[in-house]
Protein backbone atom coordinates (compact mmCIF):
# COMPACT_ATOMS: atom_id res chain seq x y z
CA UNK A 1 0.00 0.00 0.00
CA UNK A 2 2.70 2.47 1.10
CA UNK A 3 4.94 1.91 -2.15
CA UNK A 4 2.09 3.48 -4.19
CA UNK A 5 2.01 5.96 -2.25
CA UNK A 6 2.81 8.43 -5.00
CA UNK A 7 -0.27 7.37 -7.52
CA UNK A 8 -2.52 7.58 -4.19
CA UNK A 9 -1.61 10.64 -2.93
CA UNK A 10 -4.50 12.56 -4.08
CA UNK A 11 -7.16 9.98 -2.92
CA UNK A 12 -4.62 10.16 0.48
CA UNK A 13 -4.64 14.25 1.11
CA UNK A 14 -8.82 13.37 0.27
CA UNK A 15 -8.50 10.95 2.88
CA UNK A 16 -6.68 13.12 5.77
CA UNK A 17 -8.46 16.16 5.69
CA UNK A 18 -11.84 13.78 5.99
CA UNK A 19 -10.15 12.08 9.18
CA UNK A 20 -8.75 15.98 9.99
CA UNK A 21 -12.22 17.15 9.72
CA UNK A 22 -13.96 14.86 11.20
CA UNK A 23 -14.22 16.44 15.20
CA UNK A 24 -16.24 19.44 14.07
CA UNK A 25 -18.83 16.99 12.70
CA UNK A 26 -21.26 16.08 15.55
CA UNK A 27 -21.71 12.90 17.02
CA UNK A 28 -23.55 10.08 14.65
CA UNK A 29 -26.33 9.17 16.73
CA UNK A 30 -28.70 6.85 16.37
CA UNK A 31 -32.51 6.01 16.54
CA UNK A 32 -32.20 3.33 18.73
CA UNK A 33 -29.69 5.51 20.96
CA UNK A 34 -32.90 8.15 20.78
CA UNK A 35 -35.73 5.71 21.49
CA UNK A 36 -33.48 4.83 24.44
CA UNK A 37 -33.73 7.60 25.98
CA UNK A 38 -36.70 9.12 25.35
CA UNK A 39 -38.92 5.77 26.08
CA UNK A 40 -37.80 5.87 29.92
CA UNK A 41 -40.90 7.70 30.88
CA UNK A 42 -42.35 7.30 34.59
CA UNK A 43 -44.89 10.20 35.06
CA UNK A 44 -46.00 13.28 33.73
CA UNK A 45 -45.31 16.34 35.10
CA UNK A 46 -47.13 20.13 35.71
CA UNK A 47 -45.41 21.96 33.34
CA UNK A 48 -46.95 25.77 32.93
CA UNK A 49 -44.56 26.41 29.96
CA UNK A 50 -45.82 30.30 29.12
CA UNK A 51 -45.17 30.93 32.98
CA UNK A 52 -41.72 28.86 32.84
CA UNK A 53 -41.28 31.25 29.43
CA UNK A 54 -41.89 34.49 31.22
CA UNK A 55 -40.08 33.54 34.20
CA UNK A 56 -36.50 32.71 31.73
CA UNK A 57 -37.31 35.76 30.22
CA UNK A 58 -37.63 38.17 33.29
CA UNK A 59 -34.62 36.56 35.33
CA UNK A 60 -32.49 36.88 32.05
CA UNK A 61 -33.22 40.83 32.49
CA UNK A 62 -31.87 41.42 36.14
CA UNK A 63 -28.59 43.30 36.41
CA UNK A 64 -28.40 43.32 40.09
CA UNK A 65 -24.63 43.33 41.74
CA UNK A 66 -25.68 40.58 43.96
CA UNK A 67 -27.31 38.17 40.85
CA UNK A 68 -24.98 35.53 40.72
CA UNK A 69 -22.24 34.26 38.18
CA UNK A 70 -23.76 31.92 36.16
CA UNK A 71 -21.95 28.80 37.29
CA UNK A 72 -24.04 29.76 40.39
CA UNK A 73 -27.26 30.19 39.31
CA UNK A 74 -30.06 28.11 40.36
CA UNK A 75 -31.99 26.14 37.27
CA UNK A 76 -34.59 27.70 36.52
CA UNK A 77 -36.77 24.63 35.13
CA UNK A 78 -35.57 21.63 38.19
CA UNK A 79 -38.51 19.80 37.03
CA UNK A 80 -37.29 19.25 33.36
CA UNK A 81 -34.16 17.47 34.93
CA UNK A 82 -34.99 14.38 36.15
CA UNK A 83 -36.86 13.66 33.02
CA UNK A 84 -36.25 11.65 29.52
CA UNK A 85 -34.22 13.67 27.95
CA UNK A 86 -31.93 13.02 24.86
CA UNK A 87 -28.85 15.70 24.40
CA UNK A 88 -27.55 16.45 20.75
CA UNK A 89 -24.97 18.89 19.67
CA UNK A 90 -26.88 20.30 16.92
CA UNK A 91 -24.60 23.12 14.91
CA UNK A 92 -26.52 26.47 14.03
CA UNK A 93 -25.40 29.13 11.98
CA UNK A 94 -24.18 31.80 14.50
CA UNK A 95 -26.10 34.01 16.41
CA UNK A 96 -28.93 32.06 14.43
CA UNK A 97 -31.63 29.69 14.25
CA UNK A 98 -30.99 27.96 11.29
CA UNK A 99 -29.46 24.54 11.35
CA UNK A 100 -26.20 23.98 9.55
CA UNK A 101 -26.19 20.94 6.75
CA UNK A 102 -23.90 19.00 9.14
CA UNK A 103 -26.55 18.63 11.40
CA UNK A 104 -29.14 17.92 9.07
CA UNK A 105 -28.88 14.01 9.97
CA UNK A 106 -29.25 14.58 13.39
CA UNK A 107 -32.56 15.98 13.24
CA UNK A 108 -33.35 13.32 10.79
CA UNK A 109 -33.03 10.79 12.99
CA UNK A 110 -34.83 12.52 15.53
CA UNK A 111 -37.73 12.41 13.79
CA UNK A 112 -36.97 8.70 13.05
CA UNK A 113 -37.25 8.17 16.79
CA UNK A 114 -40.33 9.94 16.76
CA UNK A 115 -42.34 8.00 13.84
CA UNK A 116 -40.73 4.85 15.85
CA UNK A 117 -43.50 2.67 17.59
CA UNK A 118 -41.94 2.88 21.28
CA UNK A 119 -42.37 6.57 21.03
CA UNK A 120 -45.40 7.09 19.55
CA UNK A 121 -47.35 7.38 22.62
CA UNK A 122 -45.17 10.21 24.07
CA UNK A 123 -44.87 14.06 22.98
CA UNK A 124 -42.00 15.82 23.91
CA UNK A 125 -40.52 19.28 24.73
CA UNK A 126 -37.52 21.03 22.58
CA UNK A 127 -35.26 22.57 25.27
CA UNK A 128 -32.75 25.36 23.72
CA UNK A 129 -30.15 25.93 25.09
CA UNK A 130 -27.08 28.44 25.02
CA UNK A 131 -23.81 29.04 26.58
CA UNK A 132 -22.90 31.98 29.12
CA UNK A 133 -21.66 34.00 26.62
CA UNK A 134 -22.85 37.43 25.95
CA UNK A 135 -25.73 39.01 26.67
CA UNK A 136 -27.70 36.65 28.68
CA UNK A 137 -31.41 38.23 27.49
CA UNK A 138 -30.84 37.65 23.96
CA UNK A 139 -28.96 34.45 24.29
CA UNK A 140 -32.42 33.75 25.75
CA UNK A 141 -34.23 34.78 22.95
CA UNK A 142 -31.65 32.86 20.65
CA UNK A 143 -32.15 29.49 22.42
CA UNK A 144 -36.08 29.73 21.91
CA UNK A 145 -35.91 30.60 18.47
CA UNK A 146 -33.62 27.84 18.11
CA UNK A 147 -36.13 25.33 19.71
CA UNK A 148 -38.71 26.85 17.75
CA UNK A 149 -36.58 26.26 14.49
CA UNK A 150 -36.17 22.17 15.48
CA UNK A 151 -39.95 22.03 16.40
CA UNK A 152 -40.47 23.26 12.80
CA UNK A 153 -38.46 21.47 10.79
CA UNK A 154 -39.65 18.19 12.60
CA UNK A 155 -43.28 19.10 12.37
CA UNK A 156 -43.26 20.48 8.11
CA UNK A 157 -40.15 18.52 6.86
CA UNK A 158 -41.14 15.18 8.76
CA UNK A 159 -44.15 15.75 9.36
CA UNK A 160 -44.09 15.10 13.23
CA UNK A 161 -47.55 15.61 14.36
CA UNK A 162 -47.81 19.58 16.46
CA UNK A 163 -49.83 18.11 18.54
CA UNK A 164 -46.63 16.08 20.12
CA UNK A 165 -44.39 18.79 19.98
CA UNK A 166 -44.05 21.52 22.43
CA UNK A 167 -40.48 24.52 22.10
CA UNK A 168 -39.18 26.78 24.86
CA UNK A 169 -35.98 28.61 25.23
CA UNK A 170 -33.67 28.84 28.56
CA UNK A 171 -30.70 30.68 27.27
CA UNK A 172 -27.62 29.84 29.93
CA UNK A 173 -30.44 30.05 32.77
CA UNK A 174 -30.49 26.08 33.00
CA UNK A 175 -26.55 24.65 31.88
CA UNK A 176 -26.47 21.49 31.36
CA UNK A 177 -22.69 21.51 32.70
CA UNK A 178 -22.92 24.75 35.55
CA UNK A 179 -18.78 23.80 35.86
CA UNK A 180 -18.24 25.22 32.30
CA UNK A 181 -20.74 27.86 31.34
CA UNK A 182 -19.16 28.85 28.33
CA UNK A 183 -18.73 25.92 26.89
CA UNK A 184 -20.19 24.23 23.86
CA UNK A 185 -22.05 21.42 26.34
CA UNK A 186 -23.97 24.01 27.19
CA UNK A 187 -25.55 24.72 23.87
CA UNK A 188 -26.95 21.45 23.32
CA UNK A 189 -30.58 21.37 22.45
CA UNK A 190 -32.91 18.94 24.73
CA UNK A 191 -35.68 16.38 23.45
CA UNK A 192 -37.51 15.87 26.80
CA UNK A 193 -40.31 13.31 26.80
CA UNK A 194 -43.04 15.42 29.08
CA UNK A 195 -46.27 13.28 28.47
CA UNK A 196 -48.11 10.45 27.31
CA UNK A 197 -51.06 9.82 25.22
CA UNK A 198 -54.21 8.31 27.84
CA UNK A 199 -53.27 4.98 29.17
CA UNK A 200 -55.03 2.79 26.57
CA UNK A 201 -51.95 1.62 25.03
CA UNK A 202 -52.95 -1.67 25.03
CA UNK A 203 -56.86 -1.83 24.83
CA UNK A 204 -57.07 1.02 22.06
CA UNK A 205 -61.18 2.20 22.25
CA UNK A 206 -61.96 5.79 20.23
CA UNK A 207 -60.85 8.81 21.39
CA UNK A 208 -58.36 11.49 20.33
CA UNK A 209 -54.93 10.55 19.05
CA UNK A 210 -52.31 13.17 19.75
CA UNK A 211 -49.74 10.70 18.48
CA UNK A 212 -51.53 10.74 14.63
CA UNK A 213 -49.21 11.27 12.63
CA UNK A 214 -50.25 12.32 9.45
CA UNK A 215 -53.88 13.08 7.47
CA UNK A 216 -55.74 9.93 6.16
CA UNK A 217 -55.46 9.60 2.85
CA UNK A 218 -58.41 10.61 0.56
CA UNK A 219 -58.99 7.57 -1.40
CA UNK A 220 -62.25 5.41 -0.51
CA UNK A 221 -61.13 2.33 1.92
CA UNK A 222 -61.44 -0.66 0.45
CA UNK A 223 -63.91 -3.56 2.53
CA UNK B 1 -2.85 10.01 -10.35
CA UNK B 2 -6.62 9.14 -11.52
CA UNK B 3 -6.70 5.81 -9.46
CA UNK B 4 -6.60 7.41 -6.63
CA UNK B 5 -9.93 9.98 -7.20
CA UNK B 6 -11.71 6.95 -8.45
CA UNK B 7 -10.86 4.58 -5.42
CA UNK B 8 -11.81 7.49 -3.24
CA UNK B 9 -15.67 7.74 -5.89
CA UNK B 10 -16.19 4.34 -5.32
CA UNK B 11 -15.55 4.67 -1.34
CA UNK B 12 -18.14 7.60 -1.33
CA UNK B 13 -20.37 5.71 -3.82
CA UNK B 14 -20.75 2.73 -1.14
CA UNK B 15 -21.21 5.32 1.69
CA UNK B 16 -24.46 6.70 -0.07
CA UNK B 17 -27.43 5.00 0.61
CA UNK B 18 -29.10 3.45 -2.23
CA UNK B 19 -31.93 5.49 -3.50
CA UNK B 20 -32.79 2.70 -5.82
CA UNK B 21 -34.24 0.29 -3.11
CA UNK B 22 -37.65 -0.48 -2.67
CA UNK B 23 -37.71 0.01 0.66
CA UNK B 24 -37.95 3.75 1.30
CA UNK B 25 -35.34 5.49 3.56
CA UNK B 26 -34.95 6.78 7.11
CA UNK B 27 -35.04 10.43 7.56
CA UNK B 28 -32.03 10.66 9.02
CA UNK B 29 -30.39 8.99 5.79
CA UNK B 30 -32.47 11.15 3.57
CA UNK B 31 -31.45 14.02 5.40
CA UNK B 32 -27.63 13.18 5.57
CA UNK B 33 -27.91 12.38 1.80
CA UNK B 34 -28.94 16.20 1.28
CA UNK B 35 -25.94 17.36 3.83
CA UNK B 36 -23.44 15.43 2.09
CA UNK B 37 -24.18 16.12 -1.46
CA UNK B 38 -25.62 19.50 -0.87
CA UNK B 39 -24.07 21.02 1.98
CA UNK B 40 -21.80 23.25 0.65
CA UNK B 41 -23.65 24.33 -1.60
CA UNK B 42 -26.08 25.42 0.92
CA UNK B 43 -23.76 27.17 2.69
CA UNK B 44 -22.24 28.98 -0.17
CA UNK B 45 -25.97 29.80 -1.76
CA UNK B 46 -28.53 29.11 0.50
CA UNK B 47 -27.70 30.81 3.74
CA UNK B 48 -30.81 31.81 6.06
CA UNK B 49 -32.56 28.62 4.52
CA UNK B 50 -33.51 26.06 7.13
CA UNK B 51 -33.85 22.30 6.28
CA UNK B 52 -37.51 23.04 5.16
CA UNK B 53 -38.57 21.00 2.23
CA UNK B 54 -39.75 23.36 -0.07
CA UNK B 55 -37.98 26.56 0.74
CA UNK B 56 -34.53 24.58 0.36
CA UNK B 57 -35.62 22.56 -2.84
CA UNK B 58 -36.83 26.42 -4.22
CA UNK B 59 -33.18 27.64 -3.14
CA UNK B 60 -31.50 24.95 -4.73
CA UNK B 61 -33.27 24.69 -7.63
CA UNK B 62 -33.01 28.62 -8.05
CA UNK B 63 -29.50 28.37 -7.70
CA UNK B 64 -29.25 25.56 -10.92
CA UNK B 65 -26.55 27.68 -12.23
CA UNK B 66 -23.99 27.45 -9.58
CA UNK B 67 -24.77 24.22 -7.81
CA UNK B 68 -22.31 21.36 -7.66
CA UNK B 69 -23.62 18.54 -10.25
CA UNK B 70 -23.39 15.94 -7.35
CA UNK B 71 -25.82 18.40 -5.57
CA UNK B 72 -28.33 18.67 -8.51
CA UNK B 73 -28.02 14.75 -9.21
CA UNK B 74 -29.49 13.81 -5.79
CA UNK B 75 -31.46 16.56 -4.13
CA UNK B 76 -34.24 16.12 -5.60
CA UNK B 77 -34.26 12.33 -5.25
CA UNK B 78 -33.56 13.12 -1.22
CA UNK B 79 -36.31 14.89 -0.71
CA UNK B 80 -38.23 12.65 -2.61
CA UNK B 81 -36.96 9.90 -0.55
CA UNK B 82 -38.62 11.86 2.47
CA UNK B 83 -42.19 12.83 0.95
CA UNK B 84 -42.55 8.48 0.83
CA UNK B 85 -41.64 7.53 3.59
CA UNK B 86 -44.20 10.31 4.93
CA UNK B 87 -46.61 8.91 2.59
CA UNK B 88 -45.80 5.09 3.55
CA UNK B 89 -47.67 6.44 6.90
CA UNK B 90 -51.12 6.82 4.97
CA UNK B 91 -50.49 3.71 3.16
CA UNK B 92 -50.38 2.04 6.42
CA UNK B 93 -54.01 2.73 6.59
CA UNK B 94 -55.31 0.95 3.52
CA UNK B 95 -52.97 -1.86 3.45
CA UNK B 96 -53.58 -2.55 7.33
CA UNK B 97 -57.31 -1.96 7.36
CA UNK B 98 -58.29 -5.38 8.09
CA UNK B 99 -55.70 -6.10 10.69
CA UNK B 100 -56.40 -2.59 12.79
CA UNK B 101 -60.21 -3.11 12.69
CA UNK B 102 -60.20 -6.99 12.84
CA UNK B 103 -57.02 -7.51 15.23
CA UNK B 104 -56.60 -4.64 16.83
CA UNK B 105 -59.83 -3.38 17.45
CA UNK B 106 -58.96 -0.01 16.44
CA UNK B 107 -59.95 2.89 14.10
CA UNK B 108 -58.03 3.84 10.20
CA UNK B 109 -58.64 7.03 11.86
CA UNK B 110 -55.99 6.52 14.16
CA UNK B 111 -53.45 4.22 12.61
CA UNK B 112 -51.09 5.08 15.27
CA UNK B 113 -52.71 3.53 18.03
CA UNK B 114 -52.93 0.36 16.55
CA UNK B 115 -49.31 0.43 15.68
CA UNK B 116 -47.80 -1.82 18.74
CA UNK B 117 -50.86 -4.05 18.15
CA UNK B 118 -49.70 -4.70 14.86
CA UNK B 119 -46.47 -5.25 15.20
CA UNK B 120 -47.24 -7.99 17.67
CA UNK B 121 -50.54 -9.26 16.29
CA UNK B 122 -50.39 -12.62 14.92
CA UNK B 123 -52.62 -12.74 11.32
CA UNK B 124 -50.76 -9.86 9.72
CA UNK B 125 -50.80 -9.77 6.14
CA UNK B 126 -47.58 -9.32 4.29
CA UNK B 127 -48.65 -6.20 2.51
CA UNK B 128 -49.81 -4.64 5.72
CA UNK B 129 -46.20 -5.80 7.64
CA UNK B 130 -44.35 -4.29 4.44
CA UNK B 131 -46.54 -1.07 4.97
CA UNK B 132 -45.51 -0.68 8.65
CA UNK B 133 -41.76 -1.34 7.80
CA UNK B 134 -41.60 1.34 5.02
CA UNK B 135 -43.68 3.79 7.53
CA UNK B 136 -40.64 3.58 9.53
CA UNK B 137 -42.85 2.19 12.15
CA UNK B 138 -40.69 -0.61 12.91
Not at chain 1, 6 to 28: E, H, K, M, N
Amino acid sequence: MRRTATSLLPGLIAASLVVVSAPAWPQDITREDIVRQLSRFESAPTLDLPALKQQTQERSKIRSRTEPPPQKRAPIAPELMTLPAFNVDIQFDQDTPIVRPESYQAVGRIADAMVYSDLLPYTFLIVGHVEANGNRESNVILSQRRADAIRDILANTFKISVKRLQSVGLGEEQLLDPSKPTAPVNQQIQIITVAKAAEEAAAPPPAPAPAAPGKQAPRKHRN
Amino acid sequence: MVRGYILLLVAVALGVPSLAMAQTMSFGDSAGLIASSCGADITANCRGVNLDSNRLKECLSRNQDVVSAQCKATYFKAFEAIQKRIAARVTVANACQREIVKLCGGSTKETSRSIPCLLTANGVSARCQQAVGEAGYR
